[in-house]
């Protein structure tokens, strides 16, 4: 699908996500991160969008995912921020001595375990180098909405490569 | 060049709070590719590097996660043909999920049947007092047995009163064996008081005895329905 395209396709499918989101969770914020995470995720998808079906069914179906997720984390346990924990690799020990090619697979398990909006919206600014404006139309959010997860995301960043420091 | 290095700090800064333009991220990028980048600012030459690797990324695999419920009804007929294989764990799970709900049932049915008279009996006006009446003055009557041993007087008042009294004195005292001759069972009554006087005072007693148990029962808190609430 291409940009344009995706641009028209997502102006007024954020609201309708919301809605949807809030019949699961019934929880405004939480709603809106979904229906967020949800455009983030879509664009990363973009590629495989059929163009004759649309975007809902797939955002529908993403956002339902993403609120049954939710829901099971709430039910097992509050949510847990990512510092703090062990990464996967076992003790820093190791880590320090671990080689150049370790280090890359460290690096990548890493980086799978930033929540997938934070990496995608890293995706879009670094990697596509989408600019602000274009980011929070694509997603259907405020510019200072794209500034706000683009900060928390490269602190999230941050974090993993300052633990692998250690 | 500390004058880079304090311009690149603040825009580091920028950039963690997210405020930095993608012409100024250009620079930040620039600098880190450099051999000269300080050594300070490591954890950011990593970062813009992996960066330049095209990471972050998401797998094929990822992507699939997201979208699998879009994605399920293209992969329906191959579903279908899976399902008539059943495998051999599949078909124990089958007859154990069968077992399970037979026993549920079973249960359920059990459940209610011990239930059912107990739910009548509260649906019910409370039991006939006179039920618990009579089975407590049993119990009770068995635990206070009256044993009476009185000496036997014949009282000439009680005696007196009867109207064969005159007669029956006179058989009892000439000839004891009349007396079972001229015995009617219409007056049996009259004839237990006058030919054996003894009764009257056990009668007496019976009654007074049963007064006071029935006194007794009175007090007795009737529960009903009984054991309602014990399973």
């Not at chain 2, 119990?139 to 009163?161: L, Q």
Request: overall charge negative; hydrophobic content about 40%; aromatic content about 6%.
């Amino acid at each position: 699908m291409e940009k344009t395209d995706f641009e028209t396709a997502a102006s007024s499918l954020r609201a309708k996500l919301v809605d949807m989101a809030r019949f699961y969770l019934s929880d405004l914020p939480e709603a809106e991160d979904v229906a967020q995470e949800t455009m983030l995720k879509l664009w990363i998808l973009r590629d495989r969008i059929d163009p004759k079906q649309g975007l809902f069914p797939l955002a529908a179906a993403i956002a339902r995912n993403l609120c049954i997720d939710r829901l099971r984390r709430f039910k097992a346990r509050p949510q847990e921020p990512l510092a703090g924990h062990d990464m996967p690799g076992g003790t820093q020990d190791a880590q320090t001595r671990m080689e150049e090619a370790e280090n890359a697979a460290w690096m990548h398990d890493a980086l799978r375990r930033i929540p997938d909006r934070y990496r995608a919206v890293l995706r879009m600014r670094q990697v596509e180098g989408l600019d602000t404006s274009e980011i929070a139309r694509l997603i259907g959010t405020s510019e200072n909405a794209v500034r706000i997860l683009l900060s928390r995301a490269r602190q999230q960043m941050m974090e993993l490569l300052n633990q692998r420091k250690d | 060049m500390t004058e880079r290095k304090e311009d690149i700090r603040r825009l580091l800064d920028r950039y963690m709070a997210g405020d930095t333009t993608l012409e100024e991220e250009a620079r930040l990028a620039d600098y880190f590719r450099s051999p000269d980048a300080d050594k300070e600012f490591a954890a950011f030459r990593d970062m813009f590097s992996l960066f330049d690797q095209g990471k972050p990324s998401f797998s094929e695999q990822e992507m699939d996660e997201w979208i699998e419920d879009v994605q399920s009804p293209k992969s329906a007929p191959h579903r279908d043909k899976r399902l008539p294989a059943a495998t051999p764990l599949r078909r124990t799970a089958r007859f154990a999920i069968g077992l399970a709900a037979a026993a549920s049932i079973a249960a359920v049915s059990f459940y209610l049947g011990t239930r059912a008279p107990g739910h009548r009996a509260s649906t019910q006006t409370p039991a006939p007092p006179e039920i618990q009446t009579v089975t407590l003055t049993q119990v009770k009557w068995h635990t206070d047995t009256v044993y009476i041993e009185k000496p036997i007087v014949i009282r000439p008042s009680v005696a007196a009163s009867s109207p064969t009294s005159d007669s029956l004195r006179h058989d009892l005292a000439t000839n004891p064996q009349a007396e079972m001759a001229f015995r009617h069972p219409a007056d049996s009554t009259t004839d237990n008081a006058t030919e054996m006087p003894h009764l009257v005072d056990i009668q007496a007693e019976f009654d007074k005895q049963r007064k006071r148990m029935e006194e007794i029962t009175e007090q007795y808190e009737l529960i009903a329905p009984p054991y309602e609430n014990i399973y």
